[in-house]
């Protein structure tokens, strides 16, 4: 039988690295022609996750755990490297040393999920496969605000005209920072609240707003695909962001199903 920790790992790296990737390929897009210094880099890290990703495919879920545990290093190391270049690139901005396509939000959101993807391998390593129940509500808070930046940054690369979608853009943006204010309420409550049945009411209703975030984005992306509606939105960006929100639907099931191990 697989070992849990290995199949995990390949999964987190198989998902990862392909979002690792098409960060670095958004932010080249975004820079200027006179920053061509950064766009190399990200250049550089793209060809860096692409070799990972090749390396992944001679892996399998019967791979030995040693050679997997060594490969969770080897990729750590490769998240740990393009969040610093992400955080340097966001400081920059920030100090105006360089005016960008990319919004400072959006740096730090890539940046937080290369963050996320390294303590994940970390975490993997050290032999946790799922979070302990006071944990559940800190990893729902990353992934709603992550939400919630999406739907604010689909409405900022609406065309104005696109009003109808702007607003919903706008709605979910609202809807999804009342659910982190939320899980940041419960998450205080500790831990009178870590129990069975709240914690699964609580991921039912992420569950539900997810999903119907999930519905738009799918939308949103087949629309866009037909150039149906008028966008500064990438073809590959709106799937990147549907894939995200597939993604925590995932995670958000394998919660419940620890929660039922407990």
């Known amino acids: 039988m697989p070992n849990p920790i290995v199949v995990r790992s390949l999964d987190e790296i198989r998902f990862w690295s392909r979002i690792m990737k098409e960060h670095s390929l958004f932010l080249s897009l975004g820079f200027t022609h006179d920053q061509q210094k950064l766009i190399n880099e990200a250049q550089q890290f793209i060809t860096l996750f692409e070799r990972i990703e090749e390396k992944l495919s001679r892996f399998s879920v019967n791979s030995d755990l040693n050679q997997i545990q060594t490969f969770n290093i080897e990729v750590y190391q490769a998240a740990v490297n393009i969040w610093n270049y992400k955080r340097k690139v966001l400081g920059l901005t920030l100090r105006c040393e360089i005016i960008s396509n990319n919004y400072p939000l959006l740096v730090d959101h890539i940046s937080r999920e ?82 069975r049945p709240m914690l699964s009411q609580f991921l039912d209703q992420n569950k539900v707003s997810v999903a119907s975030l999930r519905d738009f984005k799918k939308t949103a992306r087949e629309l866009i695909e037909e150039c149906r509606i008028k966008s500064n939105i990438h073809p590959l960006l709106a799937d990147h962001t549907f894939r995200e929100a597939e993604r925590f639907l995932e995670i958000i099931d394998f919660f419940e199903a620890s929660l039922q191990q407990t």
């Not at 800190?138 to 104005?160: C, R, S």
């Not at 005209?161 to 702007?166: A, G, H, I, P, Y």
């Open 114 to 195: 290369a963050a996320y993807f390294a303590n994940r391998l970390k975490e993997l390593n050290e032999g946790i496969l799922a979070p302990k129940k006071e944990a559940i509500i800190e990893e729902n808070v990353f992934f709603l605000k992550i939400m919630a930046d999406h739907a604010k940054f689909i409405g900022h690369l609406l065309d104005p005209s696109e009003r109808k979608l702007v607003e919903q853009a706008r709605e979910f943006s609202h809807d999804f920072d009342q659910l982190v204010f939320q899980a940041i309420d419960l998450n205080s409550m500790r831990p009178q609240s870590e129990t």
